[in-house]
């Protein structure tokens, strides 16, 4: 898992900003355009392939959004001034629970209703029955009476046909990623079956004769593969269906056969380590003979090498994005440039993060001229606290952390500070 750095030379390109990397990629990368229906439960994390239209009002009718009596306003106003401005009292002429038909509303009565209940056609406010006073019948039948000892409005705690959503309303747009809350919106509007797009298919693999499988026994020199297993969980997060092909040895030939392989069936092949132009790292001679590469120092910390091209045999094309090794510039990369790849294949139409601006709890003097990617945790008063060692081979740093910090080149940091911060659960 080599990140040696090149030597310095005098014709040695700048170092990529960061957006100038990321525009590349996504300008060559276009949308798979595969779709399939899924069960609505099922589509969490998935992106919308078409617009979803209501076909219904919702709420379908008027209904109650409390438990208690459905009335006039003008005939409680009108009672309360008979009785010398004391509390209405009015006759209670039906009841009403969730899920029946009720009969318009008799003049100068109230009905008994229930949350969800149809309001009664006639009847223009709900008062809730902690405003009410339920009185028995003097003869001990039919539905008592109740006392108004509330103030009542026309529209009080009605909720109005179409107040949420109207008949050939869109209702989620294709290009949006679904959470839970989407997917109860679609659920409202009679949706049992979502069109998404399909997975992206993804072969996975990790280049290195150092690296040993965890749980196997370690030789000398040897370490184990973590990247396999941080990448493989993203690209789950990302839904992507994934296709591992395990720890690739360091050879040429071997590095070959592994794309060959990889191209036959996947839409991205994703690799780690070597991504740099040492004697062991293989991938820029094999990607040459197998499609093109190109390698770029992209102005970040960590993760500065980040490679990027296609393998063409076979006919076909399939796009290739290798990461830098190191367990922390692999995991920061992903999130920085491959998983907008992935959301621009599904044809998501948000691929930036949203970042939240946050105060800084520590002191940070070592300014870089490059851009850095801070691993920092929520503390209990919102602001951030910093993890001591920020290399990037210590993985322990994303694992403690929220999310990362967004610093710009040659930033220094005061507590107090606002900073970008960009939360892991936004991420992945």
Avoid at 55 to 66: F, I, K, R, T
Avoid at 267 to 294: F, N, T
Avoid at 352 to 371: H, I, S, V, Y
Wanted: proline share 8%; hydrophobic share 45%; aromatic share 4%.
């Amino acid at each position: 898992m080599s990140d040696a750095k090149p030597t310095a030379g005098a014709g040695r390109a700048p170092m990529m900003p960061m957006e100038e990397a990321l525009e590349r990629l996504l300008s060559q990368v276009t949308v798979l355009g595969r779709t399939e229906s899924v069960s609505t439960p099922l589509a969490r994390g998935r992106v919308l392939a078409a617009d979803l239209v209501s076909p219904l009002d919702v709420p379908p009718y008027d209904n109650s959004a409390m438990d208690g009596y459905a009335m006039r306003a003008a005939d409680v106003a009108a009672h309360a001034a008979a009785r010398g401005g004391e509390g209405a009292v009015l006759p209670v002429s039906q009841r009403v629970p969730a899920g029946s038909v009720p009969k318009p509303l008799e003049p100068g009565t109230a009905a008994r209703i229930f949350t969800g209940a149809t309001v009664p056609e006639g009847a223009d406010a709900v008062l809730m029955q902690e405003q009410c006073e339920a009185i028995a019948d003097p003869a001990g039948s039919g539905l008592g009476q109740v006392r108004i000892n509330g103030p009542l409005t026309p529209g009080l705690h009605i909720r109005r046909r179409g107040e949420d959503l109207r008949v050939g309303q869109p209702v989620l747009t294709a290009g949006t990623r679904l959470n839970a809350a989407s997917l109860g919106l679609a659920a409202t509007a009679g949706a049992a079956a979502l069109t998404v797009a399909a997975r992206p298919r993804v072969a996975l693999f990790s280049t290195g004769d150092e690296l040993v499988l965890p749980g196997e026994p370690l030789g000398p020199g040897q370490i184990y593969n973590s990247n396999r297993t941080t990448l493989h969980a993203l690209l789950l997060a990302m839904g992507c269906e994934v296709r591992d092909l395990g720890i690739v040895p360091d050879s040429l030939d071997a590095t070959r056969a592994a794309l060959r392989d990889a191209a036959r069936d996947a839409d991205l092949i994703l690799s780690s380590g070597g991504v740099s132009v040492g004697e062991e790292d293989h991938l820029k001679p094999a990607l040459e003979h197998e499609g093109r590469l190109d390698l770029w120092q992209i102005a970040i910390k960590p993760g500065k090498p980040l490679a990027f091209g296609e393998v063409t045999t076979g006919g076909g094309r399939t796009w290739f994005i290798g990461l830098p090794g190191n367990p922390v510039s692999s995991f920061v990369t992903f999130l920085l440039f491959v998983r907008p790849v992935l959301l621009r294949m599904q044809g998501a139409s948000q691929l930036a993060p949203r970042g939240l601006q946050l105060a800084a709890e520590f002191t940070w003097t070592k300014a870089d001229k490059r851009r850095e990617f801070l691993r920092a945790k929520l503390s209990d008063a919102g602001g951030l606290q910093l993890f001591g060692n920020q290399s990037s081979g210590v993985m322990s740093s994303a694992a403690w952390a929220d999310g990362l910090i967004d610093l710009p080149p040659g930033s220094t940091v005061q507590p107090g500070q606002l900073l970008r911060f960009l939360p892991f659960h936004d991420l992945f």
